[in-house]
């Protein structure tokens, strides 16, 4: 098992085990929470080892540093820090069991969609702005309805998050972080694959939606 790997299972554990010792109250909110971003977590890493290979280009920046900071802030350290350390005490409101129910039904959907596109995208998948040698343009799967369905499953996560969370500043935060993401990378990314596709890119844009399927309306 390559390192990344392992860190990838060892730091869930790690998580799990400490909520289940020192936070768990009993809020199953919380505990839908725990147990999809801990699974999504897991999945990525699982898929850490396809990333490797010959790298032609990179677009990282100091805005691409900035915004992958606060998705990690906004997804993974804020959240956890207010279910270990809920203050203040004011912006705490347990979610109604209307909300778990819809927050768990989410936080499932958008873990399958996150395992499939990395399944569908293989050795093409980076965290980051990145060419690749010999890189392809992948349009199966579940690309050949939406060009971007690992950000689709992070903005359910998003919403998932905002659902089940009882504290203010922990479910709100996934929206706020994974939003500046989203909002700085998508037209640069899709720029990106223009360049290196052209009129194959440009097909296929027309033929998909970016988070929604093409009848549903592009978003």
């Given at each position: 098992?390559?390192?990344?790997?392992l860190?990838?299972?060892?730091?869930?554990?790690a998580?799990?085990?400490?909520?289940?010792?020192?936070?768990?109250?009993?809020?199953?909110?919380?505990?839908?929470?725990?147990?999809?971003?801990?699974?999504m977590?897991?999945l990525?890493?699982?898929?850490?080892?396809?990333?490797?290979?010959?790298?032609?280009?990179?677009r990282?920046d100091?805005?691409?540093r900035?915004?992958?900071?606060?998705?990690?802030?906004?997804?993974?350290?804020?959240?956890?820090?207010t279910?270990?350390?809920?203050?203040?005490?004011?912006?705490?409101?347990?979610a109604?069991?209307?909300?778990?129910?819809?927050?768990?039904i989410?936080?499932l959907?958008?873990?399958?969609?996150?395992?499939?596109?990395?399944?569908d995208?293989?050795?093409?998948?980076?965290?980051?702005?990145?060419?690749?040698?010999d890189?392809?343009?992948?349009?199966?799967?579940v690309?050949?309805?939406?060009?971007?369905?690992?950000?689709a499953?992070?903005?359910?996560?998003?919403?998932?998050?905002?659902?089940?969370?009882?504290?203010?500043?922990?479910?709100l935060?996934?929206?706020?972080?994974?939003?500046?993401?989203?909002?700085?990378?998508?037209?640069r990314?899709?720029a990106?694959?223009?360049?290196?596709?052209?009129?194959?890119?440009?097909?296929?844009?027309?033929?998909?939606?970016?988070?929604?399927p093409?009848?549903?309306?592009?978003?």
């Amino acid at each position: 098992m390559q390192p990344r790997t392992l860190i990838g299972i060892v730091v869930p554990l790690a998580l799990l085990t400490s909520y289940v010792l020192f936070a768990d109250s009993g809020d199953w909110g919380t505990r839908a929470f725990v147990a999809g971003s801990l699974t999504m977590w897991v999945l990525r890493n699982l898929y850490v080892h396809t990333r490797n290979g010959p790298l032609v280009e990179t677009r990282m920046d100091v805005t691409e540093r900035l915004v992958l900071v606060a998705a990690a802030l906004g997804v993974m350290v804020l959240p956890f820090a207010t279910i270990f350390w809920p203050w203040p005490a004011e912006w705490v409101v347990p979610a109604s069991p209307a909300a778990i129910i819809a927050g768990a039904i989410i936080y499932l959907i958008a873990d399958l969609l996150f395992w499939r596109s990395h399944a569908d995208l293989g050795r093409q998948w980076s965290p980051t702005l990145e060419i690749k040698q010999d890189h392809a343009l992948i349009t199966r799967g579940v690309y050949r309805w939406i060009r971007h369905p690992m950000y689709a499953a992070m903005w359910l996560m998003a919403i998932a998050q905002a659902l089940l969370l009882p504290h203010w500043a922990g479910a709100l935060s996934g929206l706020v972080g994974f939003g500046a993401v989203y909002v700085t990378r998508i037209n640069r990314e899709e720029a990106m694959m223009r360049d290196l596709f052209g009129p194959a890119w440009d097909d296929y844009a027309r033929r998909t939606g970016r988070l929604l399927p093409r009848w549903r309306g592009s978003m």
